[in-house]
């Protein structure tokens, strides 16, 4: 058991350039989410998705696109990057049952550190 | 919408003294309240978290958290510090129901010296 991994952990890109970050759980949880955290401003949410096959904005969406193929893997692209986009990307998901508050934590990836040039 | 304030982003105290990290939060519905801990280049790692219950919470290492309702605050202690309690502390909410994801506070460097 895994947990949350995510790949790559480091990448450097070139403004304008694009990538894929993969994120991916073998909890059987339903619901995932893709972060970013920025010095002094905690983690933002960008897009998360309740299920397979569905996605949604977050409080950050604007440069970013995400697609939920399979349950148990959540990508996050850039299609073209910025300087802006420079900081640390997180994954988290979530059981998502409503049957018991027990369920209802969030578990993270390690992270990506990704550099915008 | 919900929103959490971490007032300090920085608290320094030396190792065996006690420490308080503050989190206030705004929410016009019930929450559950989280604190996270982030060790340097590592991914965030829950410490404990309110859902129900007893308005006291514990975690495995000795931090505790009481939920005021009334004061709509989640403060986050530990009577003695150790070194190896250096990380960054992230104060979270979540409505109690529905689809919703984290909000996170902006986070507090607690730096433990000896």
């Known amino acids: 058991n895994a947990g949350v991994t995510q790949t790559p952990k480091f990448r450097v890109l070139k403004t304008g350039q694009s990538m894929t970050l993969l994120c991916a759980q073998d909890?059987?949880?339903?619901?995932m989410y893709w972060y970013r955290q920025d010095p002094g401003m905690g983690l933002r949410l960008i897009h998360y998705s309740v299920g397979e096959g569905t996605t949604a904005k977050g409080e950050v969406p604007d440069g970013y696109n995400v697609s939920r193929l399979k349950k148990q893997n959540f990508l996050l692209g850039l299609e073209s990057a910025a300087p802006s986009q420079t900081s640390v990307y997180f994954c988290?998901?979530?059981?998502?049952?409503?049957?018991?508050?027990?369920?209802?934590?969030?578990?993270f990836g390690p992270g990506t550190r990704l550099t915008v040039l | 919408a919900q929103s959490v304030t971490q007032l300090d982003s920085q608290v320094p105290v030396f190792e065996e003294a006690p420490v308080e990290l503050r989190c206030n939060y705004s929410s016009s519905v019930s929450v559950y309240l989280f604190w996270y801990v982030q060790y340097p280049n590592q991914g965030l790692q829950l410490l404990l978290k309110y859902l129900s219950g007893s308005t006291l919470v514990e975690s495995i290492n000795g931090f505790e958290a009481e939920f005021n309702k009334s004061q709509t605050s989640f403060h986050l202690r530990k009577p003695s510090v150790h070194i190896s309690d250096t990380a960054e502390y992230f104060c979270?909410?979540?409505?109690?129901?529905?689809?919703?994801?984290?909000?996170f506070g902006s986070g507090t460097r607690l730096q433990v010296q000896p």
């Open positions: 988290a998901s979530r059981l998502g049952l409503v049957t018991t508050s027990s369920t209802d934590t969030q578990y």
């Open positions: 909890m059987n949880h339903e619901y």
């Open positions: 979270a909410v979540k409505p109690d129901t529905g689809r919703r994801a984290l909000t």
